[in-house]
């Protein structure tokens, strides 16, 4: 059984890779893809049984992918959100997967591909299914409230409002406290973002999860992007930017 993972964090892929190698069945992990550019030029010449697909990617959504390629691949998306609900559906959506991804959720996955006739698509007539599932898994998701962190020998546990933000950096993610500490967290960006509240942080690009407390100031940096500037600040120039298909889910939440 031939998989292709299409997800740009190296660390959320690794995971899902080695997961899926412990499978019973007799899995290979043919091909990982970061970006959408990349999966459109790969897909034009190669296939494979089985898509686990992450939905955001660095330069779009997969969806993209699926709609200019037209691929009949079953595909596993891996999305906690409901409102890519009905759009997975188009596709060949057999399931979805939560991060951090939980290894019976996978076999499951991996069987479901096995029972189903995958040369269509799940029926619409399960969309709403599919939506109480996923709500309900958001509604048991048990936001973390504290955080053990290393300096040396010392131990140290944050609590959650004292963050100001969490970087990603190559395949680290470090967090900011509000006084300007700086630990490395062992996890990655997108599994931490859903463990924390929703209503006080927010994923504002691929490297960032700021607070509502560490925005000091916003500006308008182009007709769809926004720039920030936290405290404390950052120990680096790079621009603070919110990605464009971010902005205006950010500006909900700030209203919230």
Not at 119 to 126: C, G, L, R, Y
Request: net charge negative; glycine share 2%.
């Amino acid at each position: 059984m031939n998989i292709v993972i299409i997800e740009d964090e190296d660390l959320a892929a690794e995971s899902l890779e080695k997961l899926l190698l412990k499978s019973s069945r007799n899995v290979v992990v043919v091909k990982r893809l970061e970006s959408v550019s990349e999966a459109l030029e790969w897909f034009k010449d190669y296939t494979c049984d089985l898509i686990f697909s992450d939905i955001h990617l660095g330069d779009g959504e997969s969806f993209e992918i699926f709609e200019a390629l037209d691929i009949k691949i079953p595909i596993v998306f891996t999305t906690a959100f409901d409102k890519y609900a009905i759009q997975s559906f188009q596709f060949f959506a057999i399931d979805y997967l939560l991060k951090p991804y939980d290894e019976d959720k996978l076999n499951s996955a991996i069987e479901k591909y096995f029972s189903i006739n995958v040369s269509t698509p799940v029926e619409f007539d399960k969309i709403e299914s599919f939506l109480q599932q996923l709500k309900s898994n958001e509604k048991n998701t048990n936001i973390q409230e504290r955080f053990l962190v290393s300096r040396g020998e010392q131990l140290i546990s944050i609590n959650s409002n004292e963050i100001a933000y969490f970087m990603a950096q190559d395949k680290y993610l470090f967090l900011f406290t509000n006084t300007g500490d700086s630990f490395l967290y062992e996890d990655t960006i997108s599994n931490i973002e859903f463990k924390l509240s929703s209503k006080d942080f927010f994923k504002i690009n691929r490297k960032f999860i700021v607070s509502h407390h560490a925005i000091k100031q916003i500006f308008k940096y182009s007709q769809n992007r926004l720039k920030l500037e936290l405290q404390p600040v950052p120990n680096f120039s790079e621009l603070i930017l919110v990605s464009s298909k971010s902005t205006k889910d950010f500006k909900n939440w700030l209203n919230n």
